[in-house]
T-cell receptor, first 111, second 115 residues
Framework: AQTVTQSQPEMSVQEAETVTLSCTYD???????LFWYKQPPSRQMILVIR??????QNATENRFSVNFQKAAKSFSLKISDSQLGDAAMYFC????????FGQGTELSVKP | DAGVTQSPTHLIKTRGQQVTLRCSPK?????VSWYQQALGQGPQFIFQ???????QRGNFPDRFSGHQFPNYSSELNVNALLLGDSALYLC??????????????FGPGTRLLVL
């Protein structure tokens, strides 16, 4: 069965600095999708970024980028120029029709 | 372009009662998935509906059932409520493509409290 592991329950970053959130997953499939979702205190789940496993190029969305290492089954999220509004719970998710989520990393941003 | 909507936003029930939660997918989407998120946990997949049929199901008892209507909206029904059913219920919609399912977009959720 596919599993997703986020080993950092909490992370903290200074405003304007860069932070990296870690995620590893386990699967025997070769084609799949990986996602990072952000969940602020409102608990609305917001898509941050998506990566297709067959694409070697790492996905980027403005200040958000990923480091996708398929052989290592690693999928980390880098947030550059952190802003106060980035403070939230971040979930890594693996998709094979259904989404399998990690336990989340709570990110705090210090002014 | 309306996103995913869910109703109600909050709900309080007592043990043994039944509840129905509703979801309208994002415009153009045909697939609806339901997730349960307990406090402090990641969401857990309940089931997914496509073409009015349950396409995939997670590890949830038969007390959890659903339905998808011809307009792609969906309902989640939970019978014989238990205290442990208290959670945030998230609906996500997507468009099933030829090769693979597209990205899932989430609604704001329904917070269910069982007393």
């Amino acid at each position: 069965a596919q599993t997703v592991t986020q080993s950092q329950p909490e992370m903290s970053v200074q405003e304007a600095e860069t932070v990296t959130l870690s995620c590893t997953y386990d699967t025997s499939e070769s084609d799949y999708y990986l996602f990072w979702y952000k969940q602020p205190p409102s608990r609305q789940m917001i898509l941050v970024i998506r990566q297709e496993a067959y694409k070697q190029q790492n996905a980027t969305e403005n200040r958000f980028s990923v480091n996708f290492q398929k052989a290592a089954k690693s999928f980390s999220l880098k947030i550059s120029d952190s802003q106060l509004g980035d403070a939230a719970m971040y979930f890594c998710a693996y998709e094979e029709r259904k989404l399998i989520f990690g336990q989340g990393t709570e990110l705090s941003v210090k002014p | 372009d309306a996103g995913v909507t869910q109703s109600p936003t909050h709900l309080i029930k007592t043990r043994g009662q039944q509840v129905t939660l509703r979801c309208s997918p994002k415009s153009g989407h045909d697939t609806v998935s339901w997730y349960q998120q307990a406090l402090g946990q990641g969401p857990q997949f309940i089931f997914q509906y496509y073409e009015e049929e349950e396409r995939q199901r997670g590890n949830f008892p038969d007390r959890f059932s659903g339905h998808q209507f011809p307009n792609y909206s969906s309902e989640l029904n939970v019978n014989a409520l238990l205290l442990g059913d208290s959670a945030l219920y998230l609906c996500a919609s997507s468009l099933t493509g030829k090769e693979a399912q597209e990205t899932q977009y989430f609604g704001p959720g329904t917070r269910l409290l069982v007393l």
